[in-house]
C-alpha cells in the first residue's frame, strides 16, 4: 500500500511540475496592443515574426519580433482569417470575403489557391495547416458575414478539405462534425488535431501518405477557434483562454485572459518560445519555457 501511495504522489507532483513548467518562471501575460476590432488567425514565419489578422478591419497585422510593436501589413486582405505560412515562405489565407484559399508572397501578391469546390462556394475556409509536404488542410464551417453582399455558401455540409501539393482540386478528409475550426498537425507530419467547437470536442487523426484522415479519436471533451502544439506535445486550445492539454489529452494548465474570449494562439519570437494570443481587440504575448514546432 505504501508503494502505492508513494507512487500516486510522484504522479501527482509529476503533472504539477509539468503544468508549472511551460511557463516561464516569473513570466505574466503582457498586452502588445488592443488597437483592433477582432484578433485571428496568427501565423510565424521563419524569423519568428507573427502576421495576425484583423477581419473587420479587412488587414493583416504584423508583429515584429525584434521590437515587439504592431504594424499594418496588408489592407485590405480579402477578409483574411486563418493564416499559415508555406515552406516557401508564402502565407497561406482563409480569405473570408469570396470564401476561398489564397496565396500571398512578399511582396503581397495574391495567388487564389482555392476559389470553390465542385463548382459551389465554400461555407467560409476559416483555419489552415500546411504539412511537411506541402499540402494544405482547411476547415470550412459557416459563419454568416456581413459583407457576403450578394452570395450565400453553397455546400452544405461542414467539412475538413485537403489541398494535395500541385493540385488545385479539393478533396474531402474529414465531414461527420458539426462545426470544424481549429487545425494543426505534428511536425512529423502523422497526426491531425481538429477541434468542433459545435460539438465541444477535439479529435485527432492519424494522416496517410496521400493526405487522408483515419482513426479519428477523441482527445478532449473541448473545442477551439484555433489552436497550436509545443516542442512537449502539449496542445493549446482557445475559447475561454487558452487551455493546455499534454499529450494524453491530459488538462494540464489554464491561461486567463483579461478580454476573457480568446481566439487563436501560436508560438513565436526568434527561438519560438513566446506564446502569442489573439483575444477579440487585443494581442498579448508570454515568455514560456517549451517552445513552437513551426
Not at 74 to 95: E, T, V
Request: aromatic residues 10%.
Amino acid at each position: 500500500m505504501k508503494s502505492i501511495n508513494t507512487f500516486l504522489a510522484l504522479l501527482l507532483l509529476n503533472s504539477f511540475i509539468t503544468a508549472q513548467d511551460i511557463v516561464k518562471e516569473g513570466e505574466s501575460l503582457s498586452l502588445v496592443s488592443d488597437s483592433f476590432e477582432f484578433t485571428e488567425g496568427p501565423a510565424v514565419d521563419k524569423e519568428g515574426n507573427i502576421f495576425f489578422t484583423d477581419q473587420p478591419n479587412d488587414r493583416i497585422v504584423k508583429w515584429d519580433a525584434k521590437t515587439n510593436t504592431v504594424s499594418d501589413w496588408m489592407h485590405p486582405s480579402g477578409r483574411s482569417n486563418g493564416l499559415y505560412f508555406d515552406h516557401q515562405g508564402n502565407l497561406i489565407s482563409c480569405a473570408d470575403e469570396k470564401n476561398q484559399l489564397w496565396k500571398i508572397d512578399s511582396d503581397k501578391n495574391v495567388t487564389v489557391l482555392v476559389d470553390k469546390f465542385e463548382g459551389k462556394f465554400l461555407g467560409g475556409p476559416n483555419d489552415v495547416w500546411v504539412d511537411p509536404q506541402g499540402g494544405i488542410y482547411i476547415t470550412d464551417p459557416l459563419y454568416k458575414r456581413d459583407w457576403w453582399k450578394n452570395r450565400t455558401p453553397e455546400v452544405e455540409k461542414r467539412r475538413v478539405y485537403y489541398l494535395a501539393p500541385g493540385s488545385n482540386s479539393l478533396t474531402i478528409v474529414a465531414e461527420d462534425l458539426v462545426m470544424p475550426n481549429g487545425i494543426v498537425g505534428s511536425k512529423n507530419g502523422k497526426k491531425l488535431f481538429i477541434a468542433d467547437p459545435g460539438d465541444k470536442k477535439t479529435y485527432v487523426y492519424k494522416i496517410n501518405k496521400d493526405g487522408s484522415l483515419t482513426d479519428r479519436k477523441l482527445f478532449c471533451e473541448m473545442g477551439s477557434d484555433g489552436m497550436t502544439l509545443d516542442n512537449k506535445g502539449n496542445l493549446y486550445l482557445t475559447g475561454n483562454g487558452v487551455t493546455v492539454f499534454n499529450k494524453s489529452g491530459k488538462k494540464i494548465k489554464h491561461i486567463k485572459i483579461p478580454k476573457g474570449w480568446t481566439a487563436n494562439v501560436t508560438l513565436g519570437g526568434p527561438d519560438r518560445d513566446i506564446l502569442f494570443i489573439t483575444a477579440l481587440d487585443a494581442v498579448y504575448t508570454l515568455q514560456m519555457k517549451v517552445k513552437g514546432i513551426n
